[in-house]
């Protein structure tokens, strides 16, 4: 259960920014013994994967900052963010019998050392879901600001993810308290940009009293009936 939870938490942190929580996880194996991950997961823990980790995310945390480059970077991120969430959800879950995520079949595959497919397919879904918010949310906020709304709205993100993958591998039962509220605060966000989103060009709002009703025949040019 708890190992599940750590899987889930790593997961949806990859959705918001691919390597923090990757990092998180590589550190945390090879300098303490919070995370012992699997014979399959062993590289991530590798001091290369680690620098090379360091590298793209030194590049995330600028090009997400920019308006317009996180944009570009958000389209290119759709495919690493989903396969971030897929490698740290199984990395973080080894303990868990994959019996209880995809069925007796993923569970044997498990146990004779292979991937945890059922685990990677959960994690991969996951964070897909928090980056197709993340996507949706970020240009409407841009618009709305003018581009002022990208360092702030990426730091916040940045703090969320980094938060979730420390506590998804220290605390693994908060992971239950903060996932909902970063879908609800993906949610209103996206709901609260579409509510301010401008009208259309010569679209006048429904309630607008200067909008005439329909004429009627024999009215005045004010909607008053002739004589």
Not at 117 to 140: E, N, Q, S
């Amino acid at each position: 259960m708890l190992a599940t939870l750590t899987g889930l938490g790593l997961s949806a942190s990859a959705g918001l920014n691919a390597y923090i929580p990757l990092l998180t996880v590589g550190l945390m194996a090879r300098y303490t013994d919070a995370v012992p991950l699997g014979q399959a997961w062993q590289w991530i823990e590798h001091p290369a994967t680690l620098a090379v980790l360091g590298v793209l995310l030194a590049v995330e945390l600028i090009a997400d900052k920019v308006p317009a480059l996180d944009h570009l970077n958000d389209t290119l991120q759709t495919f690493v963010r989903p396969t971030s969430g897929g490698i740290t959800f199984a990395a973080g879950s080894t303990a868990v019998p994959l019996g209880e995520i995809a069925g007796e079949a993923s569970a044997g595959a498990e146990g004779s050392g292979g991937p945890a497919w059922g685990a990677l397919l959960a994690g991969c879904l996951v964070a897909l879901a928090l980056h197709a918010v993340k996507t949706l949310a970020r240009p409407m906020a841009n618009t709305a600001t003018l581009g002022c709304a990208a360092p702030v709205l990426s730091a916040v993100e940045d703090a969320v993810s980094f938060a979730t993958s420390l506590l998804a591998v220290v605390v693994p039962l908060l992971v239950l308290v903060i996932l909902p509220l970063v879908v609800l605060g993906g949610f209103l966000l996206l709901r609260r940009r579409r509510a301010r989103a401008p009208r259309p060009t010569g679209v006048p709002a429904p309630e607008d009293p200067e909008v005439p009703g329909p004429w009627l025949p024999g009215a005045g040019p004010r909607g008053e009936r002739g004589d």
